[in-house]
């Protein structure tokens, strides 16, 4: 009986140890990891993940690497992510865009090809135009296009959310505006700051150098509130235009991804973003922080998208 006990310790023993085994293979993070972005150089979302990262990857012990795939409005991106393998090595960064095009194109891979791992922040939309501008308010460059039916708005891509909140504010100011999409908010820039634009609408973070330099100016926030960074800056509200934007920042990842995947991911964001060191970075760039977990991103995400299709019926863009 002794000897017959010893050998099924012996084989649970062995059993255990190859568990182990089993579960360090799998261990996660391990090696290099991909952060896909729709985002050309420069624009909110490049500039947003190579910051997280910056941060993120002592404390996961990754080398994070960030792959830039602008074109067809996040639809290249998220088709590289969503037939990736679902094993932790690659993600795409998630803001609104990615809903707003597959709702307004036949996709192969919409966001439902994707899973939302994480949310981390709502990232406030603001109205910006170049120093030497005449206009001083978002109702001075209004009614400028009301008044010549000359004005030019510009917009990170022909999908964003950016967008739909500057055919919005067309409506319901009465301004018949020509809406121009970029790539990204980089090239936007540019012709924001040669004059080709009246004025843009992007985040704090992708204008902040330029606005240091002094070189732009913001017209409105497209929030409930007035920035704590800009308190003498009205919403768009306070100056007649009912347009108020909610745009988040997360992590999908491909289906099916590992629970240790999910749960490493979970753990990590959760420690950044109480890190002092991140937390003066995102507040600087007036990111609001809004952690969700896998469960809640994922019931986000559907929610958002009703909203958003709701919006397009709206402006009559979809049926």
Known sequence: MSRHMSLRAALFCAAALLAGASFAQVKYPQGTVTMVTHSSPGGGSDVFVRELVRHLGPLMGVTFVVENRPGGSGAKAVAKVATSPPDGATFYVTTPTYIQTTLLSKLEFGYDSLDPLVTLFRDPEILYTRVQSPFKTLADAVTYAKQTGKGKWGTANPTSLERIALEKLNKVSGAKAAVVSHEGGGDMMINVLNGSLDMGVGEVQEILPQLQAGKVKVLGVLEERRLEQYPDV??????????????????????????????????????????????????????????????????????????????????????
């Open 234 to 319: 009205p919403t768009a509200k306070e100056q007649g235009f009912d347009v108020v934007v909610t745009k988040f920042r997360g992590i999908a990842g491909p289906k099916n991804l590992p629970t240790a995947v999910v749960q490493a991911w979970e753990q990590a964001v959760q420690k950044v973003l109480a890190q002092p060191d991140y937390q003066k970075i995102y507040r600087q760039d007036n990111l609001i922080p809004a952690y969700k977990g896998q469960a809640e991103s994922r019931e986000f995400t559907r929610a958002f998208a009703k909203e958003v299709a709701a919006s397009l019926r709206d402006l009559g863009v979809i049926k």
